[in-house]
């Protein structure tokens, strides 16, 4: 069976997926992860941690996708039209949002993982094991949809206007660039790459990530109306 993908939902998909994996959230949790097995074990523990923990990510947000995919696939057009402009809205609030953060960063209202749950990471970083990095990618995948949930909802509503296997498959391409940058990350620091210099780029590039990503959310928002009122059909 040969998957049927439209060129411009795949563009949209890719696209949506490189801005949504330079994020600071998915990437800080890494960094933080990393400092720590650094600082306790040796790399090739560090590998082997940090690639479970990416898998579980890749896996949870995969599942979480097919799951609310195929949920809003089922609901009647009619019902998911209104719902289409609903969340359109709240992508583009969401997208303001983030590009406030790009003048004022962490100042007001941002999308961000609460302080709280910050704070309980940190705790579960200090007694790591294999079933706790499982716990935690899958913690993680949880709590940072904040950072990540407007992006992956549009593209769900998206692709929900034609759940079949390209969609599967486009899902499965939207995860494996999201988890990228975590990936490419742990590798440079195996080729000895300081993670200090990592966390500096973070620091310095966080702000132009929430541009990015707001800009991307405001037209997300809009494809999502524009869907909804029959302006525009990827299908």
């Known amino acids: 069976m040969v998957a ?8 949209t998909v890719l696209l949506t997926a490189a801005v949504d994996s330079i994020n600071p959230c998915a990437i800080g949790v890494l960094i933080l992860l990393i400092s720590t097995l650094l600082a306790t074990k040796n790399k090739h523990q560090m590998l082997k941690y940090a690639s479970l923990y990416i898998l579980v990510v890749y896996i949870v947000y995969f599942s979480a996708g097919i799951g609310l995919t195929a949920f809003l696939a089922n ?23 983030e590009i406030k953060d790009y003048f004022w960063y962490g ?12 704070k309980k990471l940190h705790g579960m970083m200090q ?42 498959l486009l899902l499965a391409i939207y995860n494996l660039i999201f988890v990228l940058p975590l990936v490419i ?11 200090h210099r990592v966390k500096k780029w973070k620091f310095e590039t966080r702000a132009y990530m929430r ?25």
């Open 4 to 11: 049927d993908i439209s060129l411009p939902t795949l563009g």
């Open 75 to 97: 609901i009647p057009q009619s019902i998911v039209e209104y719902i289409s402009i609903i969340v359109g809205g709240i992508v583009v609030a969401a997208g303001l949002v």
């Open 107 to 118: 100042q007001g209202f941002s999308l961000m993982i609460p302080k709280d749950k910050a």
């Open 127 to 168: 007694n790591l094991s294999l079933p706790t990095v499982i716990f935690l990618g899958a913690f993680v995948a949880a709590v940072e949809l904040p950072c990540t949930g407007g992006p992956y909802l549009a593209i769900t509503l998206v692709l929900s206007q034609s759940f079949n296997l390209s969609a599967i």
């Open 185 to 195: 990350i742990v590798a440079l620091v195996l080729a000895g790459y300081k993670l």
């Open 211 to 235: 541009l990015a990503t707001g800009i991307l959310l405001i037209g997300l928002g809009w494809l999502l109306i524009l869907i909804a009122n029959g302006t525009i059909n990827l299908s």
